[in-house]
């Protein structure tokens, strides 16, 4: 890892103003980007795909918050500690918030465990496990006391789901990297948890199934289809004060379908 000089501390200060998003071309990860905006953040807006970072960050600017789009590969070392030097600049020297959002989901090839591409499944892990770690590691060094780290898991790890052995897999190794950095970080004041969605209704969900709007409702104690709003509370809270002495935990967000 290069050699990067700590941030300083927040002071436990309450009111975090830099979040760095990954996976924020669109989807679930613009909606944080753009729920983050609403409460006063400034936000980096961080993706492989930097035409829709940059879209993404463009609408937190007309929106009335200061936004900046950057490139990121959440697999490559020198990728993402240029990320997270970039974003802590434009936080005024550290990064408060960091949410792990970008994962490959939707291009996922459902196939029993048998037959599924070994290239694949390192392509999955990749992403969806390595990326949360490469990330937080590059961010590690600009987060000082009260700083938040926020992972997104998956409410199917609880249920499993057949012919998606790597996906969930990584899901699932998102919770234990979550309680290890929770331990880790939790010495020097900051809170790593998670949060698990059940199916929620972005672009890559209308291009995963032909009646995505109706998937799953009647299997839940809410008997309505999942917005990424409804996931960007849950992120929220956990950038908050309100949860100051939580840590290592992971939040179901499904509207009642698993209860664990």
Do not use: C
């Not at 900046?68 to 490559?76: A, S």
């Not at 390595?130 to 590691?137: A, E, I, N, S, Y």
């Amino acid at each position: 890892m290069s050699e990067q000089h700590p941030a300083p501390s927040s002071g436990g200060t309450q009111s975090p103003r830099l979040a760095l998003i990954t996976g924020a071309a669109g989807g679930l990860g613009r909606a944080f980007a753009l729920g983050f905006a609403s409460r006063g953040y400034r936000v980096a807006v961080a993706d492989v795909n930097a035409a829709g970072a940059e879209e993404t960050a463009q609408l937190v600017r007309e929106a009335g918050a200061q936004a900046l789009g950057l490139k990121v590969d959440v697999t490559d070392v020198a990728s993402t500690e240029a990320m997270a030097a970039e974003a802590a600049e434009f936080g005024g020297g550290r990064i408060d918030v960091v949410v792990n959002n970008a994962a490959i989901y939707a291009t996922v090839t459902r196939s029993p465990f048998e037959e599924i591409d070994p290239a694949e499944w390192d392509l999955v892990m990749g992403v969806n496990l390595k990326g949360p770690w490469l990330v937080t590691r590059a961010a590690s060094p600009y987060l000082g006391e009260g700083g938040r780290v926020i992972n997104l898991s998956s409410a199917t790890i609880y249920s499993g789901s057949e012919q998606w052995a790597h996906y969930v897999t990584s899901k699932g190794g998102v919770v234990a990297l979550t309680r290890v950095l929770a331990k880790e970080l939790g010495k020097r004041g900051v809170t790593v948890n998670a949060i698990a969605p059940g199916f929620t209704l972005t672009e890559a969900s209308y291009g995963l199934m032909e009646n995505a709007a109706t998937y799953g409702v009647d299997r839940g104690a809410i008997k309505r289809a999942s917005q990424p709003e409804d996931i960007v509370g849950a992120a929220l809270f956990l950038a908050s004060p309100d949860s100051s002495y939580m840590t290592g935990q992971t939040l179901v967000v499904d509207g009642g379908r698993q209860f664990i």
